[in-house]
């Protein structure tokens, strides 16, 4: 819901009413949508609704004619953009492969984030013009995406799944998101199945040497595989300006900037994450009844600090952490 538009979406249809009067404007038949897979944008500008879009994906002539698809239901990871000011399908976003799971509109209706079914790759687009601007990986192991959400000012990006880790992505300038990636490459630590692969040095160049006497062959070996691996990680890192877009985006993942790690009996309780309007935090609130406030560390990213937790089913409040 915004100031000018409510949704009401069934497992089969989506209506459309006028927040003023609450007539029904308009009716879109979708294919089933048991999990309610949708997202609205809280703009009154660019009120722009998104959802997955049935199979086949529509023609550009039927997008011209602000018709809507009819189902079947849907098998693919496209989403279709709908404009509910003037009651017109405007784009069709080929997101992923697998059927979405998750959608996220940021607060001026300019960035769509999506997710499927794997839940392993999370990407933003422009909205409405569907151009891909970063491409973030979750993990390497399939997740049931619960929640994503923007920050007010659209820098970063929170998404919670079924995993005991709670991602926050930053959003960087889109020059350094050329080509499909952006944000932060660096990936805290700690963050279980969703640590980046590879980090550790094939040679293992970060463990401690026994000091080895100069001008020996031990030691010119480890000199030259030291400059090999070096040569060899700058050429993996030029390569990726001359390989296809596609390739490069498996090569170069971007991972999460922070991450927030839940206790192990929260794992696969569903959550729901939310971006502070005007503090660098993220609220989480469970199925079981518990909230919880994490402060993000803005310079550094890392694991975010507990601030307060309060379960609203016991009435138990509880700081850790620092101050509120």
């Known amino acids: 819901m915004n100031r000018k538009r409510l949704v009401v979406v069934l497992e089969s249809e989506i209506y459309i009413y006028d927040i003023s009067t609450m007539k029904l404007l308009h009716t879109i038949e979708t294919g089933p949508n048991p999990n309610a897979v949708c997202a609205l944008s809280s703009s009154s500008e660019h009120s722009y609704l998104a959802y997955p879009s049935p199979a086949p994906s529509p023609s550009s002539a039927s997008l011209s004619s602000g018709v809507p698809p009819a189902p079947p239901a849907p098998t693919t990871g496209d989403v279709l953009i709908f404009d509910t000011l003037n009651l017109t399908a405007v784009n069709v976003i080929q997101a992923h492969k697998a059927p979405i799971a998750a959608l996220a509109l940021n607060s001026t209706g300019t960035m769509l984030a999506t997710a499927s079914d794997k839940g392993t790759v999370v990407r933003v687009f422009s909205v409405p013009d569907a151009k891909k601007l970063w491409q973030f990986r979750r993990g390497t192991t399939t997740a049931h995406i619960f929640s994503m ?176």
Not at 151 to 176: C, E, F, G, P, Q
Not at 210 to 232: F, T
Not at 250 to 259: K, N, Y
Request: proline share 5%; charged share 15%.
């Open 149 to 324: 959400n923007f920050n007010l000012a659209s820098t970063l990006l929170a998404v919670s799944s079924d995993t005991s880790t709670i991602h926050i992505y930053r959003l960087a300038n889109k020059d350094s998101a050329a080509g499909g990636g952006g944000g932060s490459a660096s990936s805290a630590s700690g963050a279980g199945d969703e640590s980046p692969p590879g980090s550790v040095s094939t040679f293992g160049d970060d463990a401690p040497s026994p000091p080895i006497a100069a001008g020996s062959p031990q030691s010119a070996a480890n000199s030259l595989r030291r400059r090999s691996y070096h040569i060899g990680k700058s050429i993996l890192g030029n390569a990726g300006t001359y390989l296809p877009k596609g390739v490069t985006e498996i090569w170069e993942p971007q991972r999460d900037f922070a991450h927030i790690k839940l206790r192990s009996g929260q794992a696969g309780v569903r959550t729901v994450v939310a971006m502070s309007s005007t503090l660098p935090q993220v609220m989480v609130i469970s199925a079981d009844g518990v909230f919880q406030a994490y402060n993000i560390d803005l310079e550094n990213g890392g694991e975010c600090a507990l601030m307060k937790e309060f379960n609203l089913l016991s009435n138990e409040d509880t700081v850790s952490g620092g101050a509120e």
